[in-house]
DNA sequence: GCCGTTTTCGGCCCGACTGTTTTCAGTCG
């Protein structure tokens, strides 16, 4: 069977194959989209795809899309996009990632027959790229600086590790003078599971009379511990790359692949050091007056296609809307052109005219407009709103969506309140290992650590006996360990402490213990741990035994996946779902950074199915409680409320559900 | 390639920045 993302994957290699070889940005952008809107998919698309009209009616498949749907759910590609691959060379799409270079850049090397990254260092290093159009010394400088890092700059980083960059970052810049606000924002202020770059933004007073201020923020950006390359440094907008450190913690970090560069290049690109560099992450500094914040969060926030419909929405209503704020469209001033020696101005029509856009209009005496232009406020353009988000959504009739929702599915529809979950809601963890087996905390320690973080109940829930390098337990064990947590449980006030288990799906789907042992304990979590790339079949066959089994309260990260390390399993989620609503079963959504399992799309469709979630950290040592973060954004991309997840239930109900399986 | 409170054709979001140019193309988010 062919999963989404492996759809989306196909539809967007083709995009940006046709994008190389020239063809109509709108296609290709229609075929970005297609892939994006797969991805986010909740139903299983093998199954829509036995129905045409099924899948013309999602958003942006129109009736040739569809057909390559269903070519590519049939045959796992698309016959086109094999003829592409033949005529476009591979290691172009390498040269395509390379920062700076886009499709028209890449094109023009292709035509030059540099066709991948050794070819491109060869034609710098000869001086043959200088030759190629719009190739000048500057634009050349900049490739060679961006190719000597790219080996080591990651593409994607754990939204967990990002969060700690950003947290770095945000502390040493909130405590410079006259930064009046700072907010990280981006996909990491969204809680996607995966970042590619960090995005924060800094306020400044718009009254301010200190002229260097937003020179020196940018000079203390710029000259942080970590910074190991300057990408660029100005009073608007700063990048630069930072170290990561290799841990994951409890997962041992990613070995270092060996360099392929060939001696001769290194040769050629001498002052860069052979040994392999730091893996690194970009991070962008954005600073702008306090009255543009609102507009400016919005807008850097993201997403893109959210952003695309919020000013499509903007339009349709009368307005423009850009990072400085909303305003009314008639007052719209777009380009400076000295075409016919005057000034062009894009004209839209105002509200309640007609919808054509107008056309250009040449101003044969426009006074001088400085460049760049300044901010539509300082050329006496008041926005409507721009101060904060609520106002700007405000003003176009919305309530405040979270940012986590901000994914272009379906959420300007939605009417509100947006009441998602929030870590304040969790009030109960079912998914925690003592030292019992691999965790660092006694029960007790357990428990009151789970206390002090305002919870009325923790699940004491080690491994059982077949994860043996976990220090799993044997029936015996377990016997002692539950007479253990009770009476941990009668020395303690102000929360309940339960005895459980985290118990392995062997690979036939049944469970590590016998039925009846699993029915001494409050809370069974059931996991897959091993065999993990079984077939999807024997996958869906393995959960959905776990699932039906009477005694089950959880299934524990459903897929095993590791994020960027381990696919896991891909089971027919939707019948997971399904069997989890007849059973009453909960899934989780595993906090953990390196897992986030359930994703967000597929929490969302156990949400729309009824299916009860559980937010859970995992916890092996204390600080793992602080992974709750990224387990609630992950629900919250998901539309989860506080009813959704037990965790966030009160005790008596959370404790009636429990003991309803018993 | 998609889509329609006027559209079945002609639109498709918006601005900053950079470098290469003498008025603009490419890239990025």
Request: with cysteine; glycine share 8%.
């Amino acid at each position: 069977m062919v999963s989404n993302a492996e759809v989306a994957k196909v539809l967007e290699e083709f995009a940006t194959l046709l994008e190389l070889t020239g063809a109509d940005g709108f296609r290709v952008n229609a075929h970005h989209r297609a892939a994006r809107g797969v991805e986010g998919l909740t139903q299983s698309l093998a199954a829509l795809a036995e129905d045409k009209a099924s899948l013309t009616a999602i958003d942006g498949i129109g009736p040739k899309l569809a057909d390559k749907l269903v070519e590519i759910v049939r045959t796992g590609t698309l016959a086109e996009l094999e003829t592409l691959r033949v005529r476009v060379p591979a290691g172009l799409l390498d040269i395509l990632r390379v920062p700076g270079l886009g499709p028209k850049s890449v094109k023009a090397m292709w035509d030059a027959n540099i066709t991948n990254t050794d070819a491109l260092k060869r034609a710098i290093a000869d001086g043959s790229l200088l030759k190629l159009p719009r190739m000048g010394e500057k634009a050349v400088a900049k490739i060679k600086d961006s190719l000597a890092f790219f080996d080591s700059s990651a593409t994607r980083t754990h939204l967990g590790k990002a969060a700690a960059v950003a947290h770095t970052f945000v502390t040493a810049i909130s405590a410079l003078p006259g930064v009046a606000r700072i907010q990280p924002a981006g996909s990491l202020r969204r809680g996607k599971e995966t970042i590619g770059d960090i995005d924060i933004l800094v306020a400044i007073a718009d009254d301010t009379t200190d002229r260097d201020l937003a020179t020196r923020i940018a000079a203390r950006f710029c000259s942080l511990p970590g910074v190991i390359h300057v990408i660029a440094q100005g009073s608007g907008k700063s990048s630069v790359l930072y170290a990561l450190e290799g841990g994951l913690g409890r997962w041992k970090p990613t070995p270092q692949v060996a360099s392929t560069k060939s001696a001769e290049l290194t040769a050629s690109f001498g002052s860069q050091p052979a040994a392999p560099r730091q893996p690194s992450i970009q991070v962008d500094l954005r600073i702008l007056p306090e009255s543009s914040f609102g507009s400016a969060l919005m807008y850097f926030t993201g997403s893109k296609e959210h952003n695309v419909r919020l000013r499509e929405r903007s339009l349709a209503m009368g307005y423009t809307l850009n990072e400085w704020g909303l305003f009314p469209v008639s007052e719209r001033t777009v380009k400076v052109s000295k075409k016919a020696g005057g000034f062009k101005a894009k004209l839209a029509p105002a509200s309640g005219s007609t919808n054509k856009v107008a056309g250009d209009v040449i101003y044969a005496d426009s006074p001088a407009l400085p460049a760049p232009l300044l901010p539509p406020q300082d050329r006496g353009v008041k926005p409507l709103a721009s101060a904060s988000e609520e106002e700007v959504f405000a003003m176009l009739g919305l309530p405040w969506i979270p940012p986590e929702a901000r994914e272009d599915r379906g959420e300007l529809n939605e009417a509100g309140p947006w009441d998602l979950v929030t870590v304040a809601d969790i009030r109960a963890e079912l998914h925690a290992h003592t030292t019992a087996s691999d965790g660092l905390l006694s029960i007790l320690e357990l428990a009151e650590e789970a206390l002090r973080r305002g919870f009325h109940t923790i699940a004491v829930t080690d491994h059982s006996q077949s994860s043996s390098i976990a220090g799993g337990l044997k029936p015996d064990r377990l016997r002692a360990h539950i007479a253990a947590v009770r009476e941990a449980n009668s020395k303690i006030n102000g929360i309940t402490i339960l005895a459980g288990s985290e118990v392995d799906i062997l690979t036939d789907g049944s469970l590590d213990y016998d039925d009846k042992l699993l029915a001494e304990l409050d809370v069974v979590v059931a996991s897959p741990h091993a065999a993990l790339s079984q077939d999807p079949a024997a996958a869906t066959a393995r959960l959905l035994r776990a699932i039906s089994h009477p005694r089950v309260h959880i299934i524990g990260h459903p897929t095993g996946r590791l994020l960027l390390r381990r696919a896991g399993l891909s089971p027919d989620m939707p019948r997971l779902i399904a069997a989890a609503k007849e059973h009453d079963v909960a899934l989780e959504i595993n906090s953990h950074w390196m897992r986030l399992d359930l994703r967000d799309t597929h929490a969302r469709a156990a949400i729309l199915a009824g299916v009860k979630l559980a937010i859970n950290c995992d916890d092996h040592e204390r600080s793992d409680f602080d992974n709750l973060q990224f387990g609630v954004a992950t629900a919250r991309r998901a539309w989860a409320t506080p009813a959704d997840c037990i965790n966030a239930w009160p005790a008596e109900k959370l404790h009636r559900w429990l003991q309803s399986k018993r």
